[in-house]
């Protein structure tokens, strides 16, 4: 999609490292959603940071917002081989669909 | 507590066939949304339903291609003489509400096969 992208197809992390996943938009938005999809399954919500937050953390993950630079990161801390996935981000606006990026495809080694 | 439900999870059909997807949402939730999936084109958006209504169809291929939603625990998207470009794993999620802010749970999604 043009309105959000992932800035790298794929990453390889080994298991324990910590990894960065990075995403720019081109529309104003209302929030942005970090998703995962494992194979064979839907995609499964992460984490959502609103327009009026920097940062929001859930467990290992914590997603940064930049809505000046219209950036976004997801970080992943202690990876361990399950988190093994494609890592999207939707941009969230006020037409109540979501624009999902490309995907970046995370693999974490043993 | 069921997720959203998609049936069949798998579908051959052969061109010019006819192709009926079926998407049971999350019970209580008043939005139902379909996207498309493919290598080249990720993620499409193709529609979705609030209250059962049609909201935004921009997504659907103006041809061929059609949602309905005739009662709040099941939607259809029918393809009508299917086409090898439409082979996708069709995606359907639903949410509590529609608008801004809101989790869309998805299903696992039917995988379409046009031959």
């Known amino acids: 999609s043009q309105l959000a992208e992932e800035n790298l197809w794929a990453l390889s992390v080994h298991e324990g490292e910590s990894v960065t996943v990075n995403c720019s938009y081109k529309?104003?938005?209302?929030?942005l959603q970090w998703y995962r999809q494992k194979s064979g399954e839907g995609p499964a919500q992460l984490i959502l940071?609103?327009?009026?937050?920097r940062e929001k953390r859930n467990g290992r993950l914590r997603a940064t917002l930049d809505t000046s630079s219209q950036s976004s990161s997801l970080s992943i801390t202690a990876t361990r081989c399950e988190d093994t996935a494609v890592y999207f981000c939707?941009?969230?606006?006020?037409?109540?669909?979501?624009?999902f990026g490309d995907g970046t495809v995370l693999t974490v080694k043993p | 507590n069921a997720g959203v439900i998609q049936t069949p999870r798998h579908k051959v059909t052969g061109k010019g066939q006819e192709a009926t997807l079926w998407c049971e949402p999350i019970?209580?939730?008043?939005?139902v949304f379909w996207y498309r999936q493919t290598i080249v084109q990720g993620l499409e958006f193709l529609t979705y339903?609030?209250?059962?209504?049609?909201?935004?169809d921009s997504g659907m291929p103006k041809e061929r291609f059609s949602a309905q939603m005739p009662n709040q625990s099941h939607s259809t998207l029918k393809i009508q003489s299917t086409q090898p470009q439409d082979s996708a794993v069709y995606l359907c999620?639903?949410?509590?509400?529609?608008?801004?802010?809101?989790?869309?749970?998805f299903g696992e999604g039917s995988r379409l096969i046009v031959v």
């Open positions: 999620a639903s949410s509590l509400e529609a608008g801004a802010g809101n989790t869309l749970y």
């Open positions: 529309t104003s938005i209302t929030a």
């Open positions: 940071i609103r327009s009026n937050e």
């Open positions: 939707a941009t969230d606006t006020n037409t109540g669909k979501l624009t």
């Open positions: 019970s209580g939730h008043s939005a």
């Open positions: 339903f609030r209250n059962q209504a049609p909201i935004d």
